[in-house]
Every structure is written in structure tokens, then in C-alpha cells.
């Protein structure tokens, strides 16, 4: 009898359905998968093929529309608590890539490729076609987000830059000078950065004046109140290369002159000072700053007007 051969035929949805449903909940035994295991192992599949454009063509267009933002089959539905706990048992301790060496290693992509790809992915997720686009977490999923990497260790932590000690070439310099005007010419990105639409927009605060009494002499007797270190990380002005900010505690640049409010001012280098100037930390710094003040220094944080100022350190004298 001659084999026939089913190339070209296909499975009606019924009899798919019906395949699905009697296989569901079935699973191979040890023996079965250290067979088939045991079959495939030191094969190649397609090896040193290629698809043709066609197939490319037909596999395309059965993707397009099913990846980010097309509708999941768990869209509204949630993992009951008795899964959840199911699935993080049966995940705990694997690592699914550990041991396996991946494809790409010791390859590089053509140039040609690394065209078509950036060409792809140049715009793909600005703006409204980012899926998270005019969204925001809940303050309640912003707190289960820290209290869950509260004690982590930092995957930095110990290692050394491979970049420490070196410094970029003017060619690359370059090279990122012109991707980021690139990208700030794109139409609408700045016009979504800026003034009302910057994320940390303030209600043009930086243009506020200072108060009057906020003067030069002031600033220098905050710096020598703290002896000329940062109060965060403890660096010393000289050590920072140029004059520590002075930071106010509260935020308000009428601080000297309302008489109603305590005055606290806290010396901080350039970087510490970079991490307190985003709007939605504000009272978690203004928190840690005034704790530090009164247990420190029982609410005082700077020398007043003819008290006795220690001379600036000699190898400090910046500017």
C-alpha cells in the first residue's frame, strides 16, 4: 500500500478544538521526555537554512496586530491568589537560560542589519504610541514597587566601571551630539518636554525670586556651619572641585524672610543636590533633612550674623 501523505492538508477548527480539549491537562512522564530528549539531542534544525520571502511575507502577516497592544486573552482577568502561589512555587529556583550559550555570542550584526533595525525602532514608542503614554502609577503601586526592592542588593554594587579611568572619543562625542538634536527635532518631542508638559514641571517655580536676605554671606555661613562638607555624602568641598550648593530644606526660596518658619539650609554637592530637585520626592528629602538637623545639631544649620565663621580650609578656596 502507498503512504499518503497529508502535505497540504489541515485540521478543521473542530477537530482543533477537539485535539485541544482531550490533550488539555495531559503531560508527557520522566520516561517519555528523557526519550524524546534523548532523540533530539546533537540535531540542528535548520541549520544553515533560510526562509524564502515568501514565507517571511505569510509569517508577518499572521503577526501583525498580535503583539504589544492588541487584546490578551487575559485582558480584564487576574490570577487567583491559589495560581499565583502555584506559579511562583513552580518558578522558584529555575533560571531558564542558565548554562545555555547564547546564539549571538562572538557574532555581531551586519551594518545593514543594524540599519533596518534602528529604522524600526526609530519613534516606535514616542509619545501616544508608547502603551504607557498619559499614564501613571497609583501611589498604591508606587509603594508595593519600593517596598519590594527595600534591602535588594545593588547589581552595581562592588563593580567597576569598564569606562572608570577612560573618556569617550570626539567621534562618538559626535556621533551622540547628532542622535539627541536628531531626536529633539522630531515633531511634537519637544513640544512634549517642555514648560507645562516637562514631568517635573513645577509651576514655573525656577523663576521665582530668592528672598533678599538670601545673600552670598549667608551661603558661606551655612558651608562652614557644616565644615565644608556635603550633607549627604560627606565629601568635602575641596574634594568636589567647586562650591557645595546650598540647599533649602523646605523648598521655599522666602525662607529668610518669613519669620513665621524655621529657617533650614543644608550644604550638598552637585550630584547629591541633582537627586532631591524631582517634584514627587520632595517631602521624603524635606523629611530626611530635618532629621538629620535636629538630631545633628538640635535644629541649627547655620552660623548667624556675628557669631565666629572658622576660616575656609586653604585647599577649599573655589571661586
Known amino acids: 500500500m502507498l503512504n499518503q501523505s497529508n502535505q497540504g492538508w489541515h485540521h478543521s477548527e473542530e477537530t482543533k478544538k477537539k485535539i485541544g480539549l482531550k490533550s488539555r491537562g495531559r503531560q508527557h512522564s520522566k520516561e517519555t521526555k528523557a526519550q524524546i530528549a534523548a532523540t533530539l539531542k546533537g540535531r540542528a534544525f535548520n541549520t544553515g537554512q533560510h526562509l524564502s520571502e515568501e514565507v517571511r511575507a505569510k509569517i508577518s502577516a499572521s503577526r501583525k496586530g498580535k503583539g504589544l497592544g492588541s487584546p490578551s486573552p487575559m485582558e480584564g482577568q487576574h490570577h487567583s491568589e491559589d495560581v499565583k502561589a502555584r506559579i511562583s512555587a513552580s518558578l522558584k529556583g529555575r533560571s531558564m537560560n542558565k548554562g545555555k550559550v547564547p546564539w549571538i555570542k562572538g557574532r555581531h550584526h551586519s551594518e545593514e542589519t543594524k540599519a533596518k533595525l534602528s529604522a524600526a525602532a526609530t519613534g516606535k514608542y514616542d509619545g501616544e504610541n508608547n502603551p504607557f503614554f498619559g499614564r501613571h502609577h497609583a501611589p498604591e503601586t508606587i509603594a508595593r514597587i519600593s517596598a519590594a526592592k527595600k534591602g535588594m542588593p545593588s547589581p552595581f554594587k562592588?563593580?567597576?566601571?569598564?569606562?572608570?579611568?577612560?573618556?569617550?572619543?570626539?567621534?562618538?562625542?559626535?556621533?551622540?551630539?547628532?542622535?539627541?538634536?536628531?531626536?529633539?527635532?522630531?515633531?511634537?518631542?519637544?513640544?512634549?518636554?517642555?514648560?507645562?508638559?516637562?514631568?517635573?514641571?513645577?509651576?514655573?517655580?525656577?523663576?521665582?525670586?530668592?528672598?533678599?536676605?538670601?545673600?552670598?554671606?549667608?551661603?558661606?555661613?551655612?558651608?562652614?556651619?557644616?565644615?565644608?562638607?556635603?550633607?549627604?555624602?560627606?565629601?568635602?568641598?575641596?574634594?568636589?572641585?567647586?562650591?557645595?550648593?546650598?540647599?533649602?530644606?523646605?523648598?521655599?526660596?522666602?525662607?529668610?524672610?518669613?519669620?513665621?518658619?524655621?529657617?533650614?539650609?543644608?550644604?550638598?554637592?552637585?550630584?547629591?543636590?541633582?537627586?532631591?530637585?524631582?517634584?514627587?520626592?520632595?517631602?521624603?528629602?524635606?523629611?530626611?533633612?530635618?532629621?538629620?538637623?535636629?538630631?545633628?545639631?538640635?535644629?541649627?544649620?547655620?552660623?548667624?550674623?556675628?557669631?565666629p565663621i572658622p576660616p575656609r580650609p586653604t585647599h577649599a578656596d573655589i571661586g
Not at 263 to 273: G, S
Open 158 to 307: 562592588g563593580k567597576t566601571s569598564p569606562n572608570k579611568g577612560q573618556s569617550l572619543s570626539d567621534e562618538i562625542k559626535s556621533k551622540m551630539s547628532n542622535g539627541q538634536k536628531e531626536v529633539w527635532q522630531r515633531p511634537g518631542y519637544r513640544e512634549g518636554r517642555c514648560g507645562v508638559n516637562h514631568p517635573n514641571f513645577q509651576n514655573w517655580k525656577s523663576k521665582e525670586p530668592y528672598c533678599p536676605r538670601w545673600t552670598k554671606d549667608l551661603k558661606e555661613r551655612i558651608r562652614a556651619f557644616w565644615n565644608y562638607k556635603c550633607g549627604m555624602c560627606c565629601k568635602t568641598q575641596a574634594e568636589n572641585g567647586e562650591l557645595l550648593s546650598t540647599h533649602h530644606v523646605h523648598y521655599r526660596k522666602d525662607a529668610c524672610c518669613n519669620e513665621e518658619m524655621e529657617w533650614m539650609f543644608i550644604p550638598l554637592c552637585r550630584k547629591c543636590h541633582a537627586k532631591t530637585g524631582h517634584v514627587q520626592n520632595k517631602e521624603r528629602w524635606i523629611k530626611i533633612f530635618t532629621e538629620i538637623i535636629l538630631k545633628m545639631f538640635n535644629g541649627r544649620s547655620y552660623f548667624k550674623v556675628g557669631e
